[in-house]
Nanobody, 120 residues
Framework: QVQLVESGGGLVQPGGSLRLSCAAS????????IGWYRQAPGKQRELVAT???????NYADSVKGRFTISRDNAKNAVYLQMNSLKPEDTAVYYC??????????????WGQGTQVTVSS
């Protein structure tokens, strides 16, 4: 079994910062790509940032220069440092990973989500 667990969400004022964490556990052979998506009320889920096993990074245009993604391969973890937060960043943030198990099964896995609310 494979599991992704997020943490670090919460309520923050505009201009503030938060750091999200996501840890993968279970029958993991390799994590090819891991990252963050978000879904605001009434909107589709969208990519925020992803990082590959080769450390290639992709950011949504709306977060470039404000958010930083990083990963710790030894811990099977990914982090999202969010600075200069705006009310429009309010959403449920989901961790997603494309992983291979030791049984050579490759698929996408999602975490349960963590709420980020930016409001004064």
């Amino acid at each position: 079994q494979v599991q992704l667990v997020e943490s670090g969400g919460g309520l923050v004022q505009p201009g503030g910062s938060l750091r999200l964490s996501c840890a993968a556990s279970g029958n993991i052979f390799n994590i090819y790509e891991i990252g963050w998506y978000r879904q605001a009320p009434g909107k589709q889920r969208e990519l925020v940032a992803t990082i590959t096993s080769g450390s290639s990074i992709n950011y949504a245009d709306s977060v470039k220069g404000r958010f930083t993604i990083s990963r710790d391969n030894a811990k099977n973890a990914v982090y999202l440092q969010m600075n200069s937060l705006k009310p429009e960043d309010t959403a449920v943030y989901y961790c997603k990973a494309k992983m291979a198990t030791f049984q050579a099964i490759v698929k996408d896995y999602w975490g349960q989500g963590t709420q980020v609310t930016v409001s004064s």
